[in-house]
């Protein structure tokens, strides 16, 4: 009906301050834990899990896929709670700022269990992340900063069978990729690699059958 559909789209404007205080901490203790994002020889760093290298904790960001603010989706996509470890991930610095904007999504392949982040918009490609990183320092060959053109197409580094929500990551993804069609910013690179139009059904199927 109307008013489901309504849910599944459309955030619901809630203070979530007192919420994040009380949680958060625990929710990023979780997810390193759940996706092995501890090194065991420094327990101050933490795993970025699409750069795959350690970074001191505070510049990792435990990253929620469905939002606090759209908590009430959470059932609807067949679980109970935000601080649910599977609705999050981890990911260094503005990363995570971008995904929260529909600048870039986290794209779930059921057949192979790899999930690939993609960039959607021409502009972001030359930003550097922030806080800025060296390319030498994460293996990527050439001077300067780590942009995003960089990590464009990379896949999340995962525990051997061991996922995020992909029904929460295809619905954020679904989301992002019709804005991208009617935004006036250039989105040549989304439209390389966007899925098409008949196909999110199947996609909603496959990733609703494995989590």
């Known amino acids: 009906n109307?008013?489901?559909?309504?849910?599944?789209?459309?955030?619901?404007?809630?203070?979530?301050?007192?919420?994040?205080?009380?949680?958060?901490a625990e929710f990023k203790r979780n997810l390193r834990s759940r996706y092995d994002c501890i090194d065991s020889n420094n327990s101050n760093t933490t795993?970025?899990?699409?750069?795959?290298?350690?970074?001191?904790?505070?510049?990792?960001?435990?990253?929620?896929?469905?939002s606090l603010q759209d908590r009430k989706?959470?059932?609807?996509?067949?679980?109970?709670?935000?601080?649910?470890?599977?609705?999050g991930i981890l990911l260094y610095g503005d990363?995570?700022?971008?995904?929260?904007?529909?600048?870039?999504?986290f794209m779930p392949d059921p057949s192979t269990h790899?999930?690939?982040?993609?960039?959607?918009?021409?502009?972001?490609?030359?930003?550097?992340?922030?806080?800025?990183?060296?390319?030498?320092?994460?293996?990527?060959?050439?001077?300067?900063?780590?942009?995003?053109?960089?990590?464009?197409?990379?896949?999340?580094?995962?525990?051997?069978?061991?996922?995020?929500?992909?029904r929460a990551l295809l619905r954020h993804a679904e989301s992002a990729y019709s804005q991208m069609k009617i935004s006036f910013k250039g989105h040549e690179i989304g439209l390389v690699n966007a899925p098409l139009d008949d196909a999110w059904g199947e996609l909603v199927r496959l990733c609703a059958s494995v989590s």
């Not at 109307?2 to 958060?24: F, G, Y």
């Not at 795993?47 to 469905?66: E, W, Y």
């Not at 990183?133 to 197409?153: A, K």
């Open 2 to 24: 109307r008013s489901l559909v309504a849910l599944l789209v459309r955030a619901i404007p809630e203070s979530t301050k007192s919420d994040r205080d009380i949680n958060q």
């Open 47 to 66: 795993k970025c899990m699409i750069l795959n290298r350690f970074f001191c904790t505070k510049d990792v960001r435990a990253a929620h896929l469905v």
């Open 73 to 87: 989706v959470t059932q609807l996509l067949g679980f109970d709670s935000v601080w649910d470890a599977r609705n």
């Open 95 to 105: 990363l995570d700022t971008h995904y929260g904007n529909l600048d870039l999504v």
């Open 114 to 166: 790899q999930i690939q982040l993609r960039v959607l918009y021409d502009d972001m490609l030359d930003k550097p992340l922030k806080p800025n990183i060296n390319r030498r320092s994460i293996g990527i060959e050439g001077r300067g900063l780590v942009t995003y053109s960089d990590i464009n197409l990379r896949y999340l580094a995962l525990p051997n069978l061991v996922f995020p929500y992909r």
